[in-house]
T-cell receptor, first 110, second 115 residues
Framework: AQRVTQPEKLLSVFKGAPVELKCNYS??????LFWYVQYSRQRLQLLLR??SRESIKGFTADLNKGETSFHLKKPFAQEEDSAMYYC????????????FGKGTLLTVNP | GAGVSQSPSNKVTEKGKDVELRCDPI?????LYWYRQSLGQGLEFLIY????????KSGLPSDRFSAERTGGSVSTLTIQRTQQEDSAVYLC???FGGGGNTEAFFGQGTRLTVV
């Protein structure tokens, strides 16, 4: 079974402060991990994926297989980062089921 | 169209009625997903189609829910005898089904309200 846990439903920070959105997963094989974001009145869209090891809009996420975590981080939050963030897992091999966490609503205050 | 299209955008129905929600995936995408998004529940997986394989229906909450995908393209999610707890935004997504980190593209959703 594949499971994604985002322990924080709400996260509020001030502009310029660091932000970390937590994500833990459960999967017996080698999963593919993603972060998706939904801005107000917009579609859910991909933010970043672990295999690319990329930084998007200043966000990074490192896959820690030992801790089964994939936390999303940004050193200096901006007001436009306010959105709903979802961590997602897709199984490996021929299993393409995509499972999401319950999401974290990030609010960046001025 | 270039993206995933869902119709209708909004649907208000009376309790007990049946509803059909439609999803047009991106052309060429072999994987298609349905999710339900409600406040406090996040994105709840409902069903997943991959090519000609049998769909993964493990997320359907009851036998009132069913979905089909015709010709490997358009999908319809049907909810029979709707209940008030079915009120939510229903999201469809599609992706290439191959290996590797392939992105899932989402539709704008159908907001279902059962009164």
């Amino acid at each position: 079974a594949q499971r994604v846990t985002q322990p924080e439903k709400l996260l509020s920070v001030f502009k310029g402060a660091p932000v970390e959105l937590k994500c833990n997963y459960s999967y017996s094989g080698s999963p593919e991990l993603f972060w998706y974001v939904q801005y107000s009145r917009q579609r859910l869209q991909l933010l970043l994926r672990h295999i690319s090891r990329e930084s998007i809009k200043g966000f990074t996420a490192d896959l820690n297989k030992g801790e089964t975590s994939f936390h999303l981080k940004k050193p200096f939050a901006q007001e436009e980062d306010s959105a709903m963030y979802y961590c997602a897992l897709r199984g490996g091999g021929s299993n393409y089921k995509l499972t999401f966490g319950k999401g974290t609503l990030l609010t960046v205050n001025p | 169209g270039a993206g995933v299209s869902q119709s209708p955008s909004n649907k208000v129905t009376e309790k007990g009625k049946d509803v059909e929600l439609r999803c047009d995936p991106i052309s060429g995408h072999t994987a298609l997903y349905w999710y339900r998004q409600s406040l406090g529940q996040g994105l709840e997986f409902l069903i997943y189609f991959q090519g000609n394989s049998a769909p993964d229906k493990s997320g359907l909450p009851s036998d009132r829910f069913s979905a089909e995908r015709t010709g490997g393209s358009v999908s319809t999610l049907t909810i029979q005898r709707t209940q008030q707890e079915d009120s939510a935004v229903y999201l469809c997504a599609s992706s290439f089904g191959g290996g590797g980190n392939t992105e899932a593209f989402f539709g704008q959703g159908t907001r279902l309200t059962v009164v």
